[in-house]
C-alpha cells in the first residue's frame, strides 16, 4: 500500500478481554515501532523491530503487552487482559532503514477504549 | 537526561498570521531533528528533518531552524490557514542508536478566522 495502515481504526473492549491491533508498514521497510498516546501528549515508544527480530521491547508497560513481527512486514500489538489504563491511541510506524536520515512514516493510529 | 521541551504548550493566533514555535533539546550524541505535524485523530506527518549542520530547513509555508550549538530549534509558520490547527511536535533522534527518539510533548495551535 502507499502508506502504513492499521486496523481496527477504533476499538472498545470490556476490562479483561484481549485485543490485537495490526499494522500493515510501507512494502520493504524494515524497521518498525510502535507507540503509544495518551490524549494531549506526545507518543511513547513501546518497542522496536528490525526486519523479524524484536530489537527493543523496554517501552512496553508490562507482560501484558507483546509484539510481534515473525515474517518482517505486518506487525500485531497484542494486549492480554485490558485494563482502563490501556486506553490510548497506539500508533505503528516504519522506515526504510535506521532511522538516522531517513523518514519515519506514521499510520493513522487504533483508539483503543477500554470500558 | 536525553530532554526535548517545546513552548508554548499551546498558542492561538489569527488566520493570516505568522508564529513561531520554539524547541530545545538536551539530546547527546545528537544525530538529526524532526518536526512533525498531528492533526486531531491521525497518524503524526513529518514537516522536515535537520541534521547539525543545517541551520534552516523549508516546507512550503514552514521554515525550520536549527542552532546546534544552544541546542535549540524554532519552527516558523508563515500567513497561517486554518488548516494548520493541529500539534506540532519536535523530535531529536540519538546518534548512538539506529531507532531512539526523543520525542517532545508538543504545542497544539489553534488558528482562528
Known amino acids: 500500500g502507499a502508506g502504513v495502515s492499521q486496523s481496527p481504526r477504533y476499538k472498545v473492549a470490556k476490562r479483561g478481554q484481549d485485543v490485537a491491533l495490526r499494522c500493515d508498514p510501507i512494502?520493504?521497510?524494515?524497521?518498525l515501532f510502535w507507540y503509544q498516546q495518551a490524549l494531549g501528549q506526545g507518543p511513547e515508544f513501546l518497542t522496536y523491530?528490525?526486519?523479524?527480530?524484536?530489537?527493543?521491547k523496554s517501552g512496553l508497560p508490562s507482560d501484558r503487552f507483546f509484539a510481534e513481527r515473525p515474517e518482517g512486514s505486518v506487525s500485531t500489538l497484542k494486549i492480554q487482559r485490558t485494563q482502563q489504563e490501556d486506553s490510548a491511541v497506539y500508533l505503528c510506524?516504519?522506515?526504510?532503514?535506521?532511522?538516522?536520515?531517513?523518514?519515519?512514516?506514521f499510520g493513522e493510529g487504533s483508539w483503543l477504549t477500554v470500558v | 537526561k536525553n530532554q526535548v521541551e517545546q513552548s508554548p504548550q499551546s498558542l492561538i493566533i489569527l488566520e493570516g498570521k505568522n508564529c513561531t514555535l520554539q524547541c530545545n533539546y538536551t539530546v547527546s550524541p545528537f544525530s538529526n531533528l524532526r518536526w512533525y505535524k498531528q492533526d486531531t485523530g491521525r497518524g503524526p506527518v513529518s514537516l522536515t528533518i535537520?541534521?547539525?549542520s543545517e541551520n534552516t530547513k523549508s516546507n512550503g509555508r514552514y521554515t525550520a531552524t536549527l542552532d546546534a550549538d544552544t541546542k535549540q530549534s524554532s519552527l516558523h509558520i508563515t500567513a497561517s490557514q486554518l488548516s494548520d490547527s493541529a500539534s506540532y511536535i519536535c523530535v531529536v533522534s540519538v546518534a548512538d542508536s539506529n531507532y531512539q527518539l526523543i520525542w517532545g510533548a508538543g504545542t497544539k495551535l489553534i488558528i482562528k478566522p
Open positions: 512494502s520493504g521497510h524494515v524497521s
Open positions: 510506524a516504519s522506515s526504510p532503514g535506521p532511522i538516522s536520515g531517513n523518514t519515519i512514516y
Open positions: 535537520m541534521t547539525f
Open positions: 523491530f528490525q526486519n523479524e527480530a524484536q530489537l527493543d
